[in-house]
């Protein structure tokens, strides 16, 4: 008999993928047939890890999804609308993207203030990515142990600037265990994002949050991200205590988004704020007489790491826009 049903994409591995009725856990495979609508313009793949999906089956009287298997997977019959999405780029300039993840709740950009030093200019740029996508961000402050106790004012600038900026930061440490227990409830019943530079604790924090996820995370490698085939990258986890996790592995090509001059400034939501007095609409918010932005940066309500951020965005905009 033929079963059908709704699920989201766990797995993408290419030419199948695994689905599950979220939040039941129980995948199963499925491929791509026939004529599905495409909707991810010029994507590599149509079909994303966080993709709600109608699924059909052919399965025996009685039997559901269980009964599914690799030799007789699933059929995805149509991708439902996405809430949001995230895309990876090759280059600036190539038109090829990837979809990394699709419905995602919340994408927590991991920073170490130390070894590797967050670049804020860099951090920046990824939650603007985040802003334009519609994908809501947390800032995870990983390693506290190492520079609590040696550069508190560092860190406390660090605060001041981000959640000044309206983000939340959530300090962590797998060293001491601090912040690993408001992360955990944190992701319960949402699909998680998680994404940092290499090196600043993200694989060993997702196995704090869940030590059963252990042998799965940080196995894949950025180089076969420079190569063809990046379709196969991408899964999602459940973590015990409830809750979706998509590791993204490095962070090349991720943070690039085309946006004009006068729309960099919607993205940065302290800005946007302050932007409704400047005289001038559109305004760009370097030149303009009465801007308010300006204003609230030199009285040091718009901290000035985020305004030469934004600065730094204009520039290369015009660059990268011939
Ligand atoms: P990833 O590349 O972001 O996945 O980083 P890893 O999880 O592989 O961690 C990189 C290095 O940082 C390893 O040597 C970890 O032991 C270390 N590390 C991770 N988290 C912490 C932390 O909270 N405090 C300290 N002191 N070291 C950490
Ligand atoms: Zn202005």
Redesign the pocket.
Same mark, same amino acid.
């Given at each position: 008999m033929t079963i059908t049903g709704e699920a989201t994409v766990v797995k993408n591995a290419g030419s199948h993928f695994l689905l599950s009725r979220l939040p039941e856990w129980a995948p199963f495979p499925a491929v791509l047939k026939g004529r599905v609508r495409l909707r991810a313009g010029d994507s590599t793949n149509p079909v994303a890890v966080g993709d709600r999906v109608r699924y059909q089956a052919e399965v025996q009287d009685g039997a559901d999804t269980e009964s599914i298997s690799l030799e007789n997977p699933a059929s995805i019959s149509e991708i439902l609308d996405r809430k949001n999405h995230i895309i990876r780029r090759s280059t600036n300039l190539s038109r090829q993207s990837h979809v990394i993840a699709a419905n995602v709740d919340m994408a927590y950009i991991?920073v170490?203030l130390y070894?590797p030093e967050v670049k804020l200019p860099f951090l920046d740029r990824l939650l603007v990515t985040c802003e334009v996508y519609g994908v809501p961000a947390t800032i995870v402050l990983?390693?506290?142990?190492?520079y609590a106790g040696q550069a508190p004012e560092y860190m406390a600038d660090f605060h001041r600037i981000y959640t000044g900026a309206g983000y939340r930061v959530i300090d962590?440490?797998?060293?001491?265990g601090q912040g690993i227990d408001v992360l955990r409830e944190d992701c319960r019943g949402r699909v998680c994002l998680f994404s %940092?530079? &290499?090196?600043? %604790?993200? &694989?060993?924090?997702i196995?704090a949050v869940d030590p059963s996820l252990s042998p799965k995370i940080?196995k894949i490698s950025t180089a076969h991200l420079q190569g063809k085939h990046t379709t196969s990258l991408y899964e999602m986890y459940r973590i015990a205590t409830g809750g979706y996790i998509i590791d993204t592995p490095g962070l090349r090509g991720f943070g690039l988004v085309d946006l004009k001059k006068e729309e960099i400034g919607l993205y940065f939501p302290e800005m946007l704020k302050a932007s409704q007095d400047c005289r001038f609409t559109p305004c760009t918010h370097t030149h303009e007489p009465g801007c308010a932005v300006k204003e609230a940066v030199e009285q040091g309500l718009i901290s000035a790491e985020r305004y030469s951020s934004y600065l730094g965005m204009l520039e290369e905009d015009g660059k990268f826009r011939q």
């Open positions: 991991v170490s070894f990983n390693k506290v142990d190492v962590t440490s797998v060293v001491t %940092g530079e &290499s090196g600043v %604790g993200k &694989s060993s924090l196995k940080g």
